[in-house]
């Protein structure tokens, strides 16, 4: 099982370089991450856009294309469709957004003849390297669905063992979060939490351990677990953290990576093959990591 991002590079180089479709990479800071990562050995890219752009911001960048194939399309839609035409096809591993507005690279990457789609919802998935806990953190989603309602958590939780399976944890331990450990009509958060317990121990939910509703103290603190009389495999060793809705999850992402400083990446799944898709807020290791991911799924 891979605990940290030191294992997770080590993993990766071993199992050799994965090819990204980007779209639009005109963007400066994804041509930095690509050409980070192809020094690093994750992986290889191919660049899709506006060639006179890419070139001239790689230069401004000292960024040497020569081992790079660039694709000149200067459309952002047309761009994008034919980052993921290239994964769909197999001539990618994975695809990348750069200089394109969300809305438009993620119609291409649903787009119903050559797109990824795999009928499950997209979701994000946030993976922390957290200096205070003892293995990898999941969170999602973060940043994609609002307000999913019980079986969009269904779908969110069997998206997130994507990452699970690509870190090599058996059985994952998913912790559905609420804001106390109690169910409460009145919050129907922990409601829904306790539905989907029932549907993992019914096996409606496959693959992975449930435990809710769970505050996130007893989610991954086994002494808060033990005081609040809380006997689940999952309470105080959390794998996976399922957010009530984005609210909460996106603010918990963002705790961990500004005030926790824990070391992050973070894909788009529900998909046929990794999508990756950094915040400009996002540092370099960030998007050096989302990239890294993306490889280790793709080699999975």
Known sequence: MIKNFEELFKEIKEKGPKKIAVACAEDVDVLKAVDNAKKQGIAEAVLIGNQEMIEAN??????????????????????????VELVSSGKADMVMKGLVDTSI????????????????????????????????????????NIEPDLEAKKMIIENSLMVTKALGIAMPKV???????????????????????????????????????????NAVSIEAAKLKGIDHPVAGDADVLLAPDIEAGN?????????????GAG??????????????????????????????????
Do not use: W
Request: aromatic share 4%; proline share 3%; charged share 25%.
């Open 175 to 217: 912790a559905a979060l609420c804001a106390k450990e109690k169910v409460n009509p009145k919050m129907p958060a922990t409601v829904e939490a306790d539905k989907l317990q029932r549907m993992n121990e019914a096996g409606e939910i496959k693959e992975c351990q449930v435990a809710g509703p769970l505050a996130l103290d």
């Open 267 to 300: 894909v788009i799944v529900g998909t046929t093959a990794p999508v990756i898709l950094t915040s400009r807020a996002d540092d370099e290791d960030t998007k050096l990591n989302s990239i890294a991911l993306a490889a280790l799924m793709a080699s999975s």
């Open 58 to 83: 790689a230069a401004e960048n000292e960024i040497h294309l020569s081992e790079y194939e660039i694709i000149d399309i200067n459309d952002m839609k047309a761009a994008s469709m034919k980052a």
């Open 251 to 263: 603010i918990l992402y963002k705790a961990l990576g500004f005030l926790a400083k824990s070391k």
């Open 105 to 144: 690279f993620l119609k291409a990457v649903l787009d119903k003849e050559k797109g990824l789609r795999t009928g499950n919802v997209l979701s994000h998935v946030a993976l922390f390297d957290v200096p205070s806990y003892h293995k990898f953190l999941v969170v999602t989603d973060a940043a994609m």
